[in-house]
């Protein structure tokens, strides 16, 4: 398979485990005695998976979780403390790069999470599509409670899924958020029973791995850049990426599905190849 990356069979210890289920790539985080902490080698890990996903063609969706009690507690404080510059660079470096990937995948991103998410876990979640929270998550910036500001695109996701006065609070009192704050702030899509996170996560992976995956990687840009571009600028960004939507397959099979009254099968594919003109030569 195109994605070479350890999953629990082939390295039960590693930090970060990737592998790919039909069209859904897994993604979990595998520190749960540290609560997902973010320590060097999951950080370089993280990016790892995350340029293991988005070279692998088959992937149609990406489910994100983590082992343990708890998503992830934010970076790891007993590592910062040593040698808090260069291991804070080598932490946000690993993040950044896998962060900006996952953004720019053409895949969904959902995320199932659980008992603990700040820091860079918060930043993370900001980042993911779609969000599915257990009952008693709680969510937090974390940040100035170290007397440290944000990475992993935190400060950027809170403004843009907050609005600018909202995330001025979350970030500058560093309060915690209940799971039902959560979801009226609009930070996650929904709350369930954790004993029904897991399976939840997954259901919406693969409804969305069964989706026109083209089509939903134009939506997905478009929406993360509407609050930066102005309406000129937008409008030729979405009639650049229908007409880029209508030459492919999935478009053709969604159109003839529709006006046939039947359930469309998108495969996902690129562009359709166009048909070719002979030429006479002279």
Same mark, same amino acid.
């Not at 690129?270 to 030569?281: E, I």
């Given at each position: 398979? &195109?994605?070479?990356?350890?999953?629990?069979?082939?390295?039960?210890?590693?930090?970060?485990?990737?592998?790919?289920?039909?069209? %859904?790539?897994?993604?979990?985080?595998n520190r749960p005695a540290a609560l997902n902490a973010i320590d060097s080698a999951m950080a370089q890990g993280f990016h790892a998976a995350c340029q293991a996903i988005a070279a692998d063609p088959l992937v149609?969706?990406?489910?994100?979780?983590?082992? *343990?009690?708890?998503?992830?507690?934010?970076?790891?404080?007993?590592?910062? #403390?040593?040698?808090?510059? !260069? %291991?804070? #660079?080598?932490?946000?470096?690993?993040?950044?790069?896998?962060?900006?990937? +996952?953004?720019?995948?053409?895949?969904?991103?959902?995320?199932?999470?659980?008992?603990?998410?700040?820091?860079?876990?918060? *930043?993370?979640?900001?980042?993911?599509?779609?969000?599915?929270?257990?009952?008693?998550?709680? =969510? *937090?910036?974390?940040? &100035?409670?170290? $007397?440290?500001?944000?990475?992993?695109?935190?400060?950027?996701?809170?403004?843009?899924?907050?609005?600018?006065?909202?995330?001025?609070?979350?970030?500058?009192?560093?309060?915690?958020?209940?799971?039902?704050?959560?979801?009226?702030?609009?930070?996650?899509?929904?709350?369930?029973?954790?004993?029904?996170?897991?399976?939840?996560?997954?259901?919406?992976?693969?409804?969305?791995?069964?989706?026109?995956?083209?089509?939903? $990687?134009?939506?997905?840009? +478009?929406?993360? @850049? @509407?609050?930066?571009?102005?309406?000129?600028?937008?409008?030729?960004?979405?009639?650049?990426? =229908?007409?880029?939507?209508?030459?492919?397959?999935? /478009?053709?099979?969604?159109? *003839?599905?529709?006006?046939?009254?039947?359930?469309?099968? /998108?495969?996902?594919?690129? &562009?359709? &190849?166009? !048909?070719?003109?002979?030429?006479?030569?002279?």
């Amino acid at each position: 398979t &195109p994605m070479a990356y350890p999953d629990r069979s082939s390295d039960p210890s590693a930090s970060v485990w990737c592998w790919r289920e039909g069209a %859904v790539a897994q993604l979990r985080f595998n520190r749960p005695a540290a609560l997902n902490a973010i320590d060097s080698a999951m950080a370089q890990g993280f990016h790892a998976a995350c340029q293991a996903i988005a070279a692998d063609p088959l992937v149609r969706a990406v489910h994100i979780s983590a082992e *343990g009690p708890a998503f992830m507690a934010g970076g790891d404080l007993a590592a910062l #403390r040593t040698d808090p510059v !260069p %291991v804070a #660079r080598e932490l946000i470096a690993g993040m950044h790069g896998g962060l900006l990937l +996952l953004a720019q995948l053409p895949a969904p991103v959902v995320a199932s999470v659980q008992g603990a998410v700040f820091g860079g876990g918060l *930043g993370l979640v900001l980042g993911c599509d779609l969000v599915v929270a257990a009952e008693g998550t709680r =969510f *937090g910036i974390a940040y &100035p409670l170290i $007397g440290a500001s944000s990475d992993c695109s935190t400060s950027w996701g809170l403004v843009q899924v907050l609005g600018l006065r909202k995330a001025m609070e979350v970030a500058l009192l560093a309060d915690v958020l209940d799971a039902t704050e959560a979801l009226r702030l609009g930070l996650v899509n929904r709350v369930v029973p954790p004993a029904t996170l897991h399976a939840e996560g997954e259901r919406l992976a693969q409804r969305l791995a069964a989706g026109p995956t083209q089509a939903l $990687g134009q939506l997905k840009r +478009l929406l993360r @850049a @509407a609050a930066q571009n102005d309406l000129g600028t937008h409008l030729d960004a979405e009639a650049a990426a =229908f007409l880029a939507c209508a030459q492919t397959a999935d /478009f053709t099979e969604g159109v *003839g599905a529709f006006l046939a009254k039947r359930r469309p099968i /998108f495969t996902g594919a690129g &562009p359709a &190849p166009r !048909p070719t003109t002979q030429t006479k030569t002279p």
